[in-house]
């Protein structure tokens, strides 16, 4: 347990059996009545964000967040297979879990599990990942960086555009944020 007035960005809370990130917070004193926190929480399992105030000195329980660096073995069935880097343990992380970052990982790609009572709850991807692209149409003579994109399909399987010259088989540097194309990679 933690009093409000001990909040900080990032720190992890339980309210009422949910898991909830401070996003930002302003403790505010006005001249007339009690001090109190103004909160921005992000529920760690689906994204929403809310606006919660808090009485200035109210306990809150904080939730410990466990982040582990694993590196993803391979898919069995519906489930990812994740390996502990320090422990060499292998845990199964369902899809619901890993969400949007299976567009983005291939085998022996690191990543960042972040656990909860050995509950997995996200996977945290680095920035960009390197990628094949496995499928585009040629490019035509002149095309250069400053023209168009073109659609391209990367050994994932997701869509991409990159810049008109780029050919298939080269390795692509991807952001795992938005999926947009960051250049060649060496």
Do not use: C
């Not at 329980?61 to 982040?67: F, M």
Request: overall charge negative.
């Amino acid at each position: 347990m933690a009093s409000t007035n001990d909040l900080k960005n990032g720190m992890t809370l339980d309210i009422d059996g949910q898991l909830w990130t401070v996003v930002e917070f302003q403790h505010v004193k006005p001249g007339k009545g009690p001090a109190f926190v103004r909160t921005k929480l992000k529920q760690v399992l689906t994204g929403k964000v809310v606006d919660k105030t808090f009485n200035a000195g109210v306990k809150v329980e904080i939730a410990i967040l466990e982040k582990r660096e694993m590196n993803f073995l391979y898919k069995e069935g519906e489930d990812f297979v994740f390996m502990d880097n320090k422990t060499f343990d292998q845990m199964n992380i369902s899809a619901a879990v890993v969400g949007e970052a299976s567009d983005y990982m291939l085998e022996n790609t690191e990543a960042i599990v972040a656990i909860h009572e050995n509950n997995p709850l996200y996977i945290e991807l680095p920035a960009s990942v390197v990628l094949t692209i496995t499928y585009t149409e040629p490019g035509l003579q002149g095309d250069r960086s400053s023209g168009g994109t073109k659609p391209a399909t990367v050994e994932t399987g997701i869509e991409i555009q990159v810049p008109l010259f780029i050919k298939q088989d080269e390795k692509v540097l991807v952001d795992t944020r938005d999926g947009s194309y960051q250049g060649r990679a060496n």
